[in-house]
């Protein structure tokens, strides 16, 4: 047997395993049905229970917690340099497996750095309960969105910050982390942002347990992972957002499939062996790094189209932006509220300019 061969039957093994622990993870799955835990009228302002972190990341130095803000604490806001006249943009990570930040977290933090030199960019660091069994990490996202709510309106009230300038992003659970803190704010935040958000144990949960459109004043969603039957995809299947874009149909990404990872991965050799969640992971996190081209590449954004089914978009029959029946794609959409959700579709995304598979930090 080659070389070569024997990488891949190695690698075979591994993503046997990986697939198992994941499937033992699900079988145990229940939907969230539960509301948040019970609330006074005095329960946003006891931070006592907090566990998150919240980081100032700053433009240097992306990857890496320097500085945090911490709720009840006026002075770190001034030690931290939070800027109050200014855009703040929070990301909120998902499910981790290393029990570590993931790669894509300082890349997007330095896109939006990038696009917006002057913002505040807060990463919220939940991966003691992020790193759990999938269950207990999914249900650990109602008291982290608790968390998140506690900090957003001590940091609003502390500085009179506008809630306009407020801007969540969450991947996965984060982005139902960021839906229950938004249901939980006594004002609407101006905007979140759900990057492929979780879908097993969320697909028919409801409104108050997962993102949703009441959560904020303009919810937008990226779905780059539906394949599977509902409550089993990895990414929500559902629209939960004012618009909701499903890139390439959402159900599978390019350059995702099973042969094109494995050779990136065994070009790594032992590092890649890594790194095998990527395969699981490679379409779910699509969906970032769709969002950081949006923040950098504006003279080429993608667009997206309004379209009753996919095979209805496969022949092409909803290419037309006539009566607002195209958007753009991420941080450049255009913000139209309707009485319901709108489902877009986008052209098959090159993945040129997009990672397969990153390597995890």
Not at 76 to 86: D, W
Not at 198 to 209: I, L, M
Request: net charge neutral; charged share 20%.
């Amino acid at each position: 047997m080659g070389k070569e061969n024997i990488c891949f039957f190695s690698l075979w093994i591994i993503l046997g395993k990986i697939f198992a622990s994941f499937s033992s993870d699900l079988e145990g799955t229940t939907n969230i049905t539960a509301t948040p835990l019970p609330t006074t009228t005095q329960w946003i302002t006891d931070y006592s229970d907090i566990v998150s972190k919240f980081s100032l990341r700053t433009v240097d130095i992306p990857d890496d917690d320097m500085c945090y803000l911490v709720p009840g604490r006026p002075e770190t806001i001034k030690e931290c340099e939070f800027n109050p006249e200014t855009q703040t943009f929070i990301v909120i990570h998902g499910w981790t497996v290393t029990g570590m930040f993931e790669s894509w977290v300082p890349k997007l933090v330095s896109a939006l750095y990038e696009r917006e030199p002057s913002a505040n960019v807060i990463v919220v660091d939940w991966l003691t309960r992020a790193n759990q069994h999938y269950p207990t990490s999914a249900n650990y996202t109602k008291v982290v969105g608790r968390d998140v709510a506690k900090f957003v309106s001590w940091l609003q009230k502390e500085l009179q910050l506008p809630w306009e300038r407020i801007h969540l992003l969450g991947y996965s659970l984060g982005a139902h982390v960021a839906g229950v803190a938004g249901n939980l704010t006594d004002h609407k935040i101006s905007r979140i942002t759900g990057l492929d958000p979780a879908g097993p144990t969320f697909e028919h949960a409801d409104n108050q347990n997962t993102l949703s459109r009441d959560d904020a004043q303009f919810v937008d969603v990226l779905h780059t992972n539906t394949r599977g039957s509902p409550d089993r995809s990895i990414g929500i299947q559902k629209p939960v957002g004012h618009i909701d874009i499903y890139p390439n149909g959402g159900t599978f990404q390019p350059g995702c499939d099973i042969q094109n990872t494995l050779m990136g991965i065994a070009l790594e050799g032992i590092k890649g062996l890594q790194n095998m969640d990527q395969l699981i992971k490679c379409s779910h996190e699509r969906s970032i790094h769709l969002f950081i081209d949006s923040l950098l590449n504006l003279q080429q954004q993608s667009m997206a189209y309004r379209c009753n089914s996919k095979d209805a978009f496969n022949k092409g029959l909803c290419l037309s932006c006539r009566k607002n029946r195209c958007n753009k794609i991420g941080y450049n959409i255009n913000k139209v509220r309707t009485a319901r959700s709108t489902k877009m579709i986008t052209p098959r995304c090159p993945s040129s300019s997009l990672p397969t598979w990153t390597s995890a930090t």
